[in-house]
């Protein structure tokens, strides 16, 4: 895959605007500033990186900026200021969102958070309690605004960067601004992939190994003398492997001519896969999953869906060696 990169400029171009209407809506006086223009990132991220960015530069005109009055009174300038910044460290690209706010009310939001259950010690660190602000449905807004998305929202935004392989972090003070700190890895890995329901679970395989799929018929199946089955397809037979069994899958389909069964290839061999259900195509990002868990049999990595669910993507290749060991039952 040709990685093409593209300045932040292309994403940072289309903020001066949001910001004018938005801040006019509100009667408060803003002033955008942006830094590192000029940095580079995959083209794939970005395009994926406007929509959490817009809700977020939302969020500080709606919530965190105040209006020129509350300014005033609490000593600052009239005209607030909102910073999107992009740098490069390392292997990563740092966005951030900062505005010289008010910062996050720590009282409100832990009185919030207990309520819900989601706290129970009120010693809870600065930074862990403003990651609540990211969980499904929390929203501190007394004021709900069709601006920052309606007191939800942020919780996409984080289900969003992790989707692209990256975290978010929130650091503040209260008085003194907000920062929303965005860490993405340069590139991607990205594979075309089938995904595929057993029982519950969701698995993606590599697109570039599937040949076919059907739904196998009593004809076409053949059980050998181990327990083992084979399938008969266009004149020959392809040793049956089901995912559900190898991965012991609660609930998965034990009726062979009731799953289907996805045609493989691996080097120079066949072999089919017997899944519950086929769900689409699409592209996904390959996460390592060795280092963020350990390693597993028949698994070479993982993705993040849409849905924040983790999906592990099969190892056509493990599963070829499995084969391997059956070949000599279909002579």
Known sequence: MSIRMMPMDYVFSRFPRV??????????????????????????????????????????????IETPEKREAAGKSREGTLTLSAQHQGGHIIIEVIDDGGGLNREKILKKAMAQGLVSNENIPDEELWQLLFAPGFSTAE???DISGRGVGMDVVRRNIQSMGGHVQMFSREGNGTTTRIVLPLTLAILD?????????????????????MQPTTEQLRQLSNDDHVIHVRGEYLPVISLGDIFSVEGAETDMTKAIAVILQAEDMRFALLVDHLIGQ??????????????????????????????LIVDVFALHRLTRDRVGSLS
């Open 19 to 64: 910001v004018r209407e938005n801040a006019a809506r509100l009667d408060k006086q803003i002033r955008l500033v942006t830094k590192g223009q000029s940095t580079e990132l995959d083209k794939s991220l970005i395009e994926r990186i406007i929509d959490p960015l817009t809700h977020l530069v939302r969020n500080s005109i709606d919530h965190g």
């Open 143 to 145: 004021k709900v605004t």
């Open 193 to 213: 992939g089938m995904s595929v329901q057993v029982g519950n679970e969701t698995f993606i395989l590599p697109l570039s190994h599937v040949t076919e799929s």
């Open 282 to 311: 699409h592209q996904v990002v390959v996460k390592n999953l060795e280092a963020n868990y350990r390693k597993i049999p028949g698994i070479s990595a993982a993705t993040i869906l849409g849905d924040g669910s983790v999906a």
